[in-house]
């Protein structure tokens, strides 16, 4: 029988446990690989009941599967939503909201500074599909309001945003959003639901990239949207199995192998993350740091009010702008350069000509992304390893 854990569980104990079959086979304690496409029916009723949804039981892959459905309960239970859909990359998740949420002729308010290719969907793909956005600097409340229009069906944010690492304030912007009748959409890849958990603080919809710190060893893509409302479930249900975007059985085993050691990951990783930010700060090559922890920043206050921790990113100013950050990243031993984040690796990147490269210039520099920034994702390496690799390559800086 299925085991129905308490909600009251810690998060810690939920990520160990959540996620098991309904009917476990042999009493197998890692959930099995239903490495199938299709399943088959004991009767024609029975399979015309299944289609009529008259009785539960799995037809086809893209429409559900016992693996798959695993991962989605154990995503569900973390953010405290009512049901989760599992997606083939966390792309597929943000598109998938969308073209369910929106509709010919509907506007939507987003965060400017967000991760790259979903900005390019927004104000590149969406307008094919006869829906305009306005993006605003969303972690200023008061520039959400004025950029409403009586045709906003959504306001979508990430915080901690990246690479700049702003943060908005969830509970505010729900309440502007709802007020508006409009609904919140949040990413919450950054800081996984072990350290934010948006549907708490009034969001109406959860995406991950789960590639990241999910699940956690930089060796498979995938995604997920978590709700709390039945209805809304079932539009993107339905949108997601006809679209197709959906996430195989494999995949999903080797997230859910990764999430187990979800929590003792993000707490090394964090740990490591305050303490390279506070000496990145001391550095005479850097000029500036960035990380929720430090109470430079500009909503330290708000990041203790609205995450259960800091978090494990970090982006910062070098000396020397471009060439600076160029010499670095070809200077490093240890940190891997690479774009992605949230692996138990360290990984380093530079956003104005990576991730972000895609966005004009002009519009970078305006939220914030300089030519000067570099962004860390900090892993579970010993500290003291990151700390002597990072003093090398900055030194390394004329
Ligand atoms: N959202 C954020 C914040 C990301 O950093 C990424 C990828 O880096 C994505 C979404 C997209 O995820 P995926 O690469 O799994 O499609």
């Known amino acids: 029988m299925k085991r129905k854990l308490p909600p009251t569980l810690s998060k810690a104990t939920q990520a160990i446990h959540a996620g098991q079959l309904d009917r476990p086979v042999y009493g197998e304690v890692s959930v099995p690989i239903f490495q199938t496409s299709t399943f088959a029916f004991p009767s024609a009723e029975a399979g015309a009941a299944r289609f009529s949804g008259e009785e539960p039981g799995y037809i086809y892959t893209r429409m559900g599967n016992p693996t798959v459905h695993a991962l989605e309960e154990s995503l569900a239970a973390l953010e405290n939503g009512s049901a989760a859909l599992a997606t083939a990359t966390g792309m597929a998740a943000i598109t998938t909201l969308f073209l369910s949420l929106l509709s010919h002729q509907d506007h939507l308010v987003a965060s400017d500074c967000l991760y790259g290719p979903t900005e390019v969907v927004i104000e590149s793909e969406l307008p094919r599909f006869g829906m305009a956005a306005t993006l605003v600097d969303t972690s200023n409340l008061s520039a959400i309001e004025p950029a409403l229009r009586p045709n906003t069906r959504l306001i979508y944010i990430e915080t901690p945003t990246n690479p700049t690492m702003k943060i908005t304030d969830i509970r505010g912007a ?225």
């Open 174 to 398: 729900a309440a502007i959003a709802h007020r508006h009748g409009a609904l919140l959409a949040v990413d919450n890849t950054f800081c996984s639901p072990y350290l934010q958990r948006p549907l708490e603080q009034g969001a109406d919809v959860v995406v991950h990239s789960l590639t990241k710190y999910l699940n956690g060893h930089s060796d498979v893509l995938g995604g997920m949207i978590v709700v709390k409302n039945e209805e809304l479930y079932r539009r993107l249900k339905r949108v997601l199995t006809l679209f197709g975007a959906t996430m195989d059985p494999h995949q999903a085993w080797l997230i859910l192998r990764g999430m187990r050691t979800l929590p003792l990951r993000m707490e090394k990783a964090q740990e490591n993350a305050l303490k390279l930010a506070e000496f990145l700060s001391r550095h005479p090559k850097v000029t500036w740091v960035r990380h929720p922890g430090l109470p430079t920043h500009p909503q330290h206050d708000l990041a203790k009010a609205q995450m259960d921790g800091f978090g494990a990113m970090l982006c910062f100013g070098v000396q020397k702008g471009l060439e600076g950050g160029r010499i670095l990243l070809n200077q490093v031993r240890l940190i891997t350069m690479a774009v992605s984040l949230g692996g138990v690796e360290s990984l380093i990147e530079h956003p104005a000509s990576m991730t972000h490269a895609a966005i004009p210039r002009e519009k970078r520099e305006r939220a914030g992304i300089l030519d000067e920034l570099v962004r860390l994702s900090v892993g579970c390496e010993d500290f003291s390893d990151l700390r002597a690799d990072l003093d090398q390559a900055l030194n390394k800086i004329p």
